[in-house]
């Protein structure tokens, strides 16, 4: 090798090495788009838009939440999954946009390898709620009713493959009881219905009907989880309460595309530690209900193995049961 190219090839190996970190930290230099799979005024939404207003602190560029509504959630993921790969479209979800829905919907894309997980966001406790003027004061009372008058009491679902129906498919395949299931296209008409007494159960998001509990209108039986709530201390779980491992939490999780780099992946994930971190949004997750993981778990590695366990876990059970899309 000639001695004048020298200097050419260690100018070229110099310019590589800086122009690899530059680009990376050039990430994010314009806004973010949030797709969330849901529509606007929901749980799913209000908990959005809280992770997002914070994390533009962190990464220095707005994140904007666009929803994106429609069968169970999968338009919306579907979406994320075909953008490109670039980290400028994130996509928020959560247990029935990521696990039921993919049982029953054709999909176009794979849950798994398609979207690259990002981090972890809360947990939400479930429970089983009825009527105020329902017979059974605890849930062995209740299943105790409920097989004295199979196939006549009812309950309140957000349709198929949502956590509702799951929650309560998964109590009677566990108690040996029999109840219509009802589809709603949402969590308000289920409850406009409950407290009409047109429909006597339902097994929703704690945290949204919280404030209905307190004031009596509503009886909660259990939370389907290994321990008790914060938000409700005086609700038993099931395992307390005569149901023992009757367990289903519901989960939220912020994807990117497959083959997002690494790098800007490592950034968006930073921004969501940093949110929980900020005493403000602890508070407000608190006042919603929502459990924050621990920072060891708040990892893209962590949400990617929760995903694909509990898809091998609901899957063959949702299949098992028929369940239908309505």
Not at 242 to 263: C, Q, V
Request: proline share 8%; with cysteine; net charge neutral.
């Amino acid at each position: 090798m000639k001695t004048g190219a020298l200097p050419i090839l260690a100018a070229l190996g110099a310019a590589l090495v800086c122009s690899a970190p530059a680009h990376a930290q050039s990430f994010p230099s314009k806004p973010i788009t949030m797709i969330v799979p849901f529509p606007a005024g929901g749980g799913s939404d209000i908990l959005s838009r809280i992770v997002a207003e914070r994390m533009k602190v962190t990464l220095g560029q707005p994140v904007i939440v666009e929803n994106v509504g429609g069968a169970g959630g999968t338009i919306g993921t579907t979406r994320v999954a075909r953008s490109a790969p670039d980290g400028y479209t994130i996509g928020f979800g959560q247990w029935t946009s990521h696990v039921g829905a993919g049982a029953l919907y054709p999909l176009s894309f794979d849950l798994l390898k398609d979207l690259a997980p990002v981090a972890p966001l809360t947990t939400a406790k479930l429970w089983l709620i009825g009527r105020s003027d329902l017979p059974a004061n605890n849930l062995q009372e209740l299943i105790a009713w409920l097989k004295a008058n199979p196939d006549k009491a009812s309950g309140g679902t957000i349709g198929a493959g949502s956590g509702t129906q799951l929650c309560l498919i998964y109590l009677q395949q566990n108690t040996g009881t029999k109840f219509q299931l009802v589809p709603y296209r949402g969590a308000a008409p289920i409850m406009q219905d409950l407290l009409a007494g047109h429909v006597d159960l339902t097994c929703p998001e704690g945290g949204q009907t919280l404030a209905l509990y307190r004031a009596g209108k509503i009886k909660a039986f259990a939370v389907m989880d290994k321990t008790r709530w914060f938000a409700a201390p005086d609700v038993p779980t099931t395992d307390e309460a005569g149901a023992p491992g009757l367990h289903m939490t519901f989960w939220y999780g912020l994807w990117a595309p497959a083959g997002t780099p690494k790098e800007y992946v490592a950034k968006l994930n930073a921004a969501v530690v940093d949110s929980f971190n900020d005493p403000t949004v602890r508070q407000r997750l608190t006042e919603e209900g929502h459990v924050i993981p621990p920072p060891a778990q708040l990892t893209p590695e962590a949400l990617g193995a929760h995903h694909k366990a509990e898809i091998e876990k609901w899957w063959p059970m949702i299949k098992a049961a028929g369940i239908k899309i309505q």
